[in-house]
């Protein structure tokens, strides 16, 4: 069974990009073929494309997830990644995008029309792409972006010049029927339309569309009943039909109050106001409110003796309202010539109105500023500590692109982020050394410490490829530490000769080191680690007890004076 389904909720995500190759030429007898790794290919993105053909959402309400084709990564010798291929999304005639917030992004109307929903990754460029005078033989590729993800709304509006509105079993659905080829399902109790129904009207010349929209109740614009799933199809009618039922069996009712409950409605729906974009060629109707369109009321079953009296009640009243009232039969077909070139009239009225091209705009064009920031830098603070926050196309692309593994490529993002002023701009609102740098959101940023010593010139600098020598530890010891080096080598000095000292005795014969009288002097120490004050404030921790008593240990002068040295 076909269902009709008018707004669905799309889910898209565009295909990733490739990533690009890192490959060096080998050819025998070229040993310094350079570098030859093509780039990666484009992800293909997801489109939406009006197909006159397909008349409903329901594809989409049963698969609402859609995703593009990833692009090729990049190879040796050149060759580049395939790109990927766009994947087209039919949608029906009226189809209008919103985002989840409720704002239009477009409003698709001519067969042929398209729109970007996600854009599909950018390809990373391989090393040959990377190369350059100074940079010759890179060591590194970038690496495609995702694609993008998106949440949109999709809701059909029916694309018709008149709309039949009117309380259920009003007779609309009969009525557009017996004047079109339309053929609806029609029966003796309410609710029966569950979706608009669209018939084609000759009047003379003039051809146009009907909507059959279903029945409205008092509440409808706030949720009640079904006419607050179908306002919308009213939204690109330029006139209305107001379908009264003079021959209602419901006491409570009468065209009159009908007539003023479905005004209500219709006043207290927003259309969605798009300009330049709707179900005429410059749609201006759609910002016209649906209770100031041009409407006619039709006074429906007057076939009937109890209807023929209500419509002879009523008319005067309508009349006097500004109304022109005709009295019509769906079942004998009364009435429904003059209602259609009325209706024609209407019509000719609004298509001539939009043929008038307005006077042209002059177009002016700002070049950009040579000095607009391609970035934002912002202070915020986590757990105490400073962090600043960069945000910005162009570096989070960046980081998107860069393989952290490689400290070449790593070297490679530090010269772009200090050639496009990021550098300059954290010394200027006072970023320190070592303080937290983050670019990107919260979800999805990447998190580093800031060095400004790492300027940009990796061009100039010798070293394997891969690597960056600017990365490397360079930074130069203290004075505390130079002397607590040396303090370390000296005592572990100590602690060798001391064990050398103890294997000597040990052995029977064995010649030991004794002073000039040839007895063995007491150690002044029991070798318990101690610790030192030099004369300029540092202390030196010595594990295996003071060096300086060596004399009195038995070890000669000039090996005490050496270890000393």
């Known amino acids: 069974m076909a269902h009709f389904v ?110 970007t929903i996600s854009e599909g990754g950018q390809g990373g460029l391989g090393n040959a792409s990377l190369s350059s005078k100074k940079r010759k033989a890179p060591g590194f590729a970038l690496l495609g972006t995702p694609g993008e993800a998106n949440d949109i709304v999709l809701e059909l509006k029916s694309v018709a010049d008149i709309a039949l509105v009117g309380f259920p079993s009003a007779g609309k659905s009969s009525l557009i029927a017996a004047m079109s080829a339309a053929r609806p399902k029609i029966a003796d109790y309410p609710f029966t339309t569950l979706v608009p129904n669209l018939g084609v009207v000759e009047a003379g010349e003039t051809r146009f ?39 209602s069996l419901e006491s409570d009712r009468d065209p009159l109050g009908d007539l003023d409950a479905i005004e209500a409605e219709l006043a207290a729906y927003a259309p969605d106001k798009v300009e330049g974009a709707g179900g005429t060629e410059d749609n201006s109707s759609n910002a016209v409110p649906l209770n100031e369109r041009p409407r006619l009321v039709a006074l429906n079953k007057t076939d009937l003796p109890d209807g023929a009296a209500m419509a002879e009640m009523v008319r005067a009243e309508l009349t006097g309202r500004g109304y022109r009232v005709f009295d019509v039969s769906a079942l004998n077909r009364d009435g429904l010539r003059d209602l259609g070139f009325a209706m024609a009239e209407l019509v000719l009225e609004a298509r001539a109105q939009r043929e008038i091209e307005p006077a042209p705009v002059p177009v002016t064009v700002r070049p950009r500023s040579v000095n607009r920031k391609q970035f934002t830098v912002t202070a915020e603070s986590k757990g105490g500590e400073p962090l600043w926050r960069v945000r910005g196309d162009k570096p989070e692309r960046w980081i998107l692109q860069t393989d952290f593994g490689n400290d ?158």
Request: with cysteine.
């Open 6 to 115: 008018d707004r669905v909720v799309l889910h898209t995500t565009g295909g990733n990009g490739g990533h690009g190759c890192v490959s060096v030429h080998r050819e025998k007898f070229k040993p310094l073929g350079g570098p030859d790794g093509g780039n990666g290919g484009d992800g293909g993105s997801v489109v939406l494309v009006v197909d006159p053909q397909t008349t409903t959402l329901l594809e989409y309400h049963h698969r609402p997830h859609r995703h593009g084709e990833n692009g090729g990564v990049g190879q040796g010798d050149l060759r580049h990644g395939t790109r990927g291929p766009v994947l087209e999304l039919p949608v029906p005639e009226g189809t209008v995008v919103k985002d989840r917030d409720g704002r239009v992004l477009a409003d698709l109307v001519e067969p042929g029309a398209r729109y």
């Open 209 to 247: 569309t009907v909507a059959d929209v279903p029945g409205l109740i008092p509440g409808a614009a706030e949720g009640k009943g079904l006419g607050h799933e179908f306002l919308r199809h009213v939204e690109r009618c330029a006139a209305l039909v107001h379908v009264l039922d003079c021959a």
């Open 408 to 565: 070449e490529a790593v070297g490679y993002l530090a010269d772009r982020l200090v050639a496009v002023g990021i550098e300059d701009e954290l010394f200027k609102q006072g970023a320190k050394p070592g303080e937290a740098v983050v670019i990107g959101s919260e979800e999805d940023g990447v998190v580093f410490d800031w060095e400004p010593t790492m300027a940009a010139g990796a061009e100039h600098l010798g070293g394997p490829r891969g690597t960056d020598l600017r990365l490397d530890d360079h930074s130069r010891p203290t004075r505390a530490e130079k002397k607590q080096e040396q303090a370390d080598r000296r005592a572990a000095k100590v602690a060798t000769r001391a064990e050398m000292d103890v294997e000597y005795r040990s052995q029977a014969g064995a010649p030991t080191k004794r002073k000039d009288d040839g007895a063995p002097t007491k150690r002044k120490d029991d070798g318990a680690p101690t610790s030192v004050t030099d004369e300029d404030g540092v202390e030196i921790f010595y594990p295996h007890g003071n060096p300086d008593d060596l004399q009195d240990e038995g070890f000669g002068t000039d090996e005490a004076e050496a270890d000393q040295r």
